[in-house]
């Protein structure tokens, strides 16, 4: 059997999967070798949370979830979070580039699900997730 992904969510998909491998890589070498603000609790807290998040939305999308569209909503949340932050620290244009770029295409999927009924305003049940 082949499963076939939707254009659109699999860039959305390819966009989590760069920007959790961007995140981690520069938090774990050259924000840790850098030092100063580039280890700040906030700056390590939010590029540690950038990657994960990045890597759920990925997964959540893969499983077709119903919560897809929460989760792209705060995904791209935690990823402009995440660019403001590296813009701020300095020396890390190419992560927050990325991350912005996230940001977008979560943003841009966080709508499609909306907009097909399967958006924050539907409940789903416990049993469902």
Not at 71 to 89: K, M
Not at 90 to 111: K, L, T
């Amino acid at each position: 059997m082949t499963h076939t992904t939707d254009p659109k969510m699999q860039s959305c998909i390819d966009a989590c999967n760069r920007c959790h491998q961007t995140c981690l890589h520069e938090a774990m070498t050259h924000c840790l070798e850098s030092g100063g603000k580039h280890v700040s609790p906030d700056h390590m807290r939010l590029m540690w949370n950038c990657a994960e998040i990045c890597q759920t939305s990925a997964n959540f999308m893969l499983s077709n979830s119903t919560l897809s569209s929460q989760l792209c909503g705060v995904c791209a949340e935690a990823c402009e979070a995440c660019a403001r932050s590296c813009e701020q620290v300095g020396d890390m244009e190419e992560c927050a580039r990325i991350c912005r770029e996230c940001a977008e295409s979560c943003r841009q999927m966080a709508g499609s699900y909306a907009n097909q009924g399967t958006g924050a305003q539907q409940r789903v049940p416990a049993d469902d997730l």
